[in-house]
């Protein structure tokens, strides 16, 4: 099947969840004598985060049919919204978050060098299971080349779109600019969807997306994907003339890299976590990581999330903190070296 029909079938199914989970009433009727779970989404409709929270949520449903599975959005602050509205909520509650790595990457430069208010405490958070993770590619218009968007960065007219400063994408993105001695201003926009439609509106000169966000348009010859925010870049891309591949920073770089500087501190996990909030019983806790191991083993879930260009990484329980503190960590790094540029 073509990449660009797989992503049509995404799309097709986050229409007919989300009538599912908006639909009250019906929800209402269709749950009688199940438990209902929600889950929180904290970003836009059609954009990865929210395609993957109602792929899982179709999944674990149909696995374990005790419950039903609704997301729910709760959008604004690029995240911030919904993880302040999950903090909110009572300890012990079993509502789910999509704890998303760029927020957290938010929390830690916000609360180390006030760079922004944090509405939330992440301490407040336990992520049980990864579900979600992502390769960042800088997309951009067809003709336009790594080397220019480079000369834009040094000269300082480069505009990305994102969701805030200090998103992830901007980390990587700046981050890797510095050590080329370049810029980029950041033009906000609320969801993957909203970001990619910038760029191709000509309102901004690059889209730091996931490869499931671009997939559509790079097949259609509408984008082109210049790098890969990863090791060893992205063979997934098929475009009007065959298949792409996409270089990445350490072991295929494309020749606008000097070869004689690291450009690692620029690959930064990227993607999510089932999470459950501080409180929550261990019995529920057990629960939900039985429920996220399930959903992983189903052909259902990993076939489609390799199909949409997304990685098979699992962590649980105690690792999943610990790889999520080690991310943290690494976004620090980044931010520095993003700063020292400006």
Known sequence: MKKGVKVLLVLSLVMVMLIVSTGCQAVTDLVRGREVITIICPYGVGGTADAIARKFALVAGELFPQYEFVVQQRTGGDGFVGKAYFDALEPGTKTLLQLGYGVAYRHAIGNTYGTEEVPFDLA????????????????????????????????GDLKMSGGNPLSDPHLVFGSFLAIKGGTVTVVPYEGGAAQKQGLLNGEVDVFVGTTQAGMQEVTAGQMIPLLAFSQDGFDGFVGPDGAI?????????PAALDPAKDYSGSILPAGGF?????????????????????????????????????????????????????????????????????
């Open 124 to 155: 407040n958070f336990i992520p049980i299971a990864t579900i979600d993770d992502r390769t960042w590619i800088l997309y951009s218009l067809p003709g336009v080349t790594l080397e220019q968007i480079l000369e834009q960065a040094i000269a």
């Open 274 to 342: 089932i999470a459950v909030r501080t409180g929550a019983s261990q019995e529920w806790i057990d629960k939900v990581e039985e429920i996220s191991r399930a959903v992983w083993n189903d052909p259902d879930f990993h076939n489609w999330i390799d199909e949409i260009g997304l990685n098979r990484f699992e962590v649980y329980g105690d690792d999943a903190q610990a790889h999520l503190d080690e991310a943290m960590e690494k976004a620090l790094n980044a931010f520095r070296l993003l700063q020292a540029a400006n």
């Open 245 to 253: 591949s996409t270089p990445g920073l350490v072991n295929n770089r």
